[in-house]
Nanobody, 121 residues
Framework: QVQLVESGGGLVQAGGSLRLSCAAS????????MGWYRQAPGKQRELVAF???????VYADSVKGRFTISRDNAKNTVYLGMNSLKPEDTAVYYC???????????????WGQGTQVTVSS
């Protein structure tokens, strides 16, 4: 079994910064891509940023230039640095690990439980 544990959410004023972390643990051989989605009240879950095992990144237009995604492959951990936060960034942020290769050569996607980020104006 694989678990994703997120941390780093909280309450911050507009213009402030936060750093989210997500660590994957379990019978993991490798993880193809890791990233973050978010879901605000009454809205659909949306992609924030993703990073491949080789370091290629994808960002939502709304966060480009403000958020930075990185990962530590040895620790199966992904980070999201968030600067210049805006009230519209308020959401539950979910970590996702995609195409996780397990010890029996099976592949699965996994989600974290979510962490709340609230940006006050």
């Amino acid at each position: 079994q694989v678990q994703l544990v997120e941390s780093g959410g909280g309450l911050v004023q507009a213009g402030g910064s936060l750093r989210l972390s997500c660590a994957a643990s379990g019978s993991i051989v490798s993880i193809d891509a890791m990233g973050w989605y978010r879901q605000a009240p009454g809205k659909q879950r949306e992609l924030v940023a993703f990073i491949s095992s080789g370091g290629s990144t994808v960002y939502a237009d709304s966060v480009k230039g403000r958020f930075t995604i990185s990962r530590d492959n040895a620790k199966n951990t992904v980070y999201l640095g968030m600067n210049s936060l805006k009230p519209e960034d308020t959401a539950v942020y979910y970590c996702k690990a995609a195409s996780v290769r397990l010890v029996f050569n099976t592949y699965h996607d996994y989600w974290g439980q979510g962490t709340q980020v609230t940006v006050s104006s």
